[in-house]
């Protein structure tokens, strides 16, 4: 059973999925760590009211009893499996190229629940966006007219770019 009630999450990951999961978790009144190994992008998160520290600042015996992985490396959930309580909880809202080599042991040891989440209910995300109770524009890093699409996405390959947006324009 995940006692997400009792202490802090940790989120691993200040991307676009990071700060959205940090978002939702402040909104529901759920105190949240997020971690991340780039300075930028825990700024980003700090400037948008999140508990944000760096990565390298996360101490081995820090723990968690929900921790969520949003990083997109194959190494990111040892990473949260590391910080959970034993009896935590740890979703996956990440999806990596490569396959991770993965300690069942400390699953089964410790009891952790691991729990996979795609996608997660729409309509309330919409309505969350609608009403502007989340803002996604900070994380919007250009919007391009659909003629140049082939600089938006030479744009988006760049480093440190969090999302790319490609406007159609209705005539």
Avoid at 114 to 126: D, E, K, N, T, Y
Wanted: hydrophobic share 45%.
């Amino acid at each position: 059973m995940c006692l997400w009630f009792l202490k802090p999450w940790f989120i691993f990951g200040a991307g676009k999925l990071g700060l959205l999961v940090a978002l939702v978790a402040k909104i529901r009144n759920i105190h949240a760590v997020t971690f991340d190994p780039d300075p930028e992008k825990v700024g980003l998160a700090t400037r948008l009211g999140l508990h944000a520290r760096l990565l390298t600042d996360l101490a081995p015996d820090e723990k968690a009893e929900v921790c969520v992985d949003c990083t997109g490396d194959p190494l990111g959930f040892s990473l949260a499996l590391q910080h959970l309580y034993p009896k935590g909880c740890l979703v996956l809202k990440t999806t990596v190229a490569e396959t991770a080599k993965i300690d069942l042991n400390q699953i089964v040891i410790h009891e952790i629940q691991v729990i996979g989440s795609r996608c997660g209910a729409f309509a309330p995300a919409l309505e969350m966006l609608r009403t502007k109770v989340i803002n996604p524009e900070p994380m919007i890093s250009g919007i391009y007219p659909l003629e140049e699409w082939k600089e938006a996405f030479d744009f988006a390959r760049k480093k440190g770019i969090m999302k790319v947006l490609i406007k159609h324009e209705d005539n």
